[in-house]
C-alpha cells in the first residue's frame, strides 16, 4: 500500500525472533527490500547477548551475523526522532511488546493514523494493555494525553507467543516425580488461571490456589 509496518516486540528474545523471521522471508524473496529498524535500547542490547553466547542456542553465526546487517539499530535519542519523522516506508521493530511504553508509542502516534500501514503485534496481549485495546478494535487510543485516530491495519500473530499454553503446563507438571506441597497460579487472565487450577486439582489430586493481589504465603 505505499504504508509502513510497526512491529511492537518484547526486547528479549520477542525482537530477535522477529527479525529472525524477517530475514528468512527477504531470503525467499518474499519480502520487499524495505529498510529495517530496530528502535529500542534493550533490544539492541539483548540482541549483541546472542552473538556473545552462539553455543547456546540454534542460530548459526552465519545466519546471526546476515539477521542483524539487514536491520539498522537505533540506539540514540536523536536517531529515534529522525525515524518517527521519516514518511518512507520501512519495517519497525520496537518495544514493548503490548504498547504500554518505550519507545513504540511515538511510532504509533505517528503510524497510526495513517491507512496505509500496519501494526503488527506478536503475540498475547494483556487485558487493559494498549495493545489489548488496539488489537480489540478501538478506533482511538490515549498516547501521551493525546486521543490518536487508529486508521492502519491491526492485527495480531497470536502463535508467536512464547508462554506455555494449559496442554504444555499440566505435560510438564505430569513429569515430576513428587508432588509438590503446593501450586499456585500467579500469572494469567482470571478465567484461565481458574481452569488450570481445576484441571491439575482433578487430575493430580494437589492442592493449588490462585493467589489474589496482594495476598501473602508464608513459605518453610
Known amino acids: 500500500r505505499g504504508g509502513s509496518v510497526l512491529i511492537p516486540a518484547f526486547a528479549v528474545g520477542r525482537a530477535q525472533l522477529v527479525l529472525h523471521h524477517l530475514y528468512r522471508l527477504r531470503e525467499r524473496g518474499e519480502l520487499p527490500a ?14 549483541a ?12 553465526e552465519r545466519e546471526y551475523a546476515a539477521m542483524c546487517r539487514m536491520a539498522t539499530f537505533v540506539r540514540t535519542p536523536e536517531e529515534s526522532k529522525r525515524l518517527c519523522e521519516r514518511r518512507e516506508p520501512m519495517i519497525v521493530i520496537s518495544a514493548s511488546g503490548m504498547a504500554t511504553g518505550g519507545r513504540v508509542l511515538h511510532h504509533l502516534v505517528q503510524m497510526a493514523p495513517d ?17 489489548a485495546t488496539l488489537v ?6 490515549r498516547i501521551f494525553g ?3 485516530p487508529i486508521r492502519a491495519e491491526v492485527c495480531n500473530i497470536e502463535t508467536m507467543s512464547a508462554h506455555a499454553d494449559q ?17 499456585f497460579i500467579t500469572h ?7 481452569a488450570l487450577r481445576q ?4 487430575r493430580f489430586g494437589w492442592s493449588c490456589t490462585v493467589p489474589e493481589y496482594r495476598d501473602e504465603v508464608e513459605l518453610g
Open 49 to 60: 547477548i546472542y552473538r556473545d553466547f552462539a553455543d547456546e542456542h540454534r542460530l548459526d
Open 34 to 47: 524495505v529498510p529495517i529498524y530496530i528502535n529500542s535500547p534493550m533490544a539492541i542490547d539483548a540482541t
Open 136 to 141: 480489540g478494535g478501538a478506533d482511538v487510543v
Open 188 to 194: 494469567g487472565e482470571p478465567a484461565a488461571a481458574d
Open 199 to 202: 484441571k491439575i486439582e482433578q
Open 167 to 183: 496442554a504444555e503446563l499440566l505435560q510438564w507438571l505430569a513429569a515430576f516425580k513428587r508432588p509438590p506441597r503446593q501450586v
Open 146 to 148: 493525546q486521543l490518536v
Open 115 to 131: 491507512e496505509r500501514n500496519a501494526i503488527v503485534f506478536t503475540g498475547f496481549q494483556s487485558s487493559g494493555t494498549r495493545g
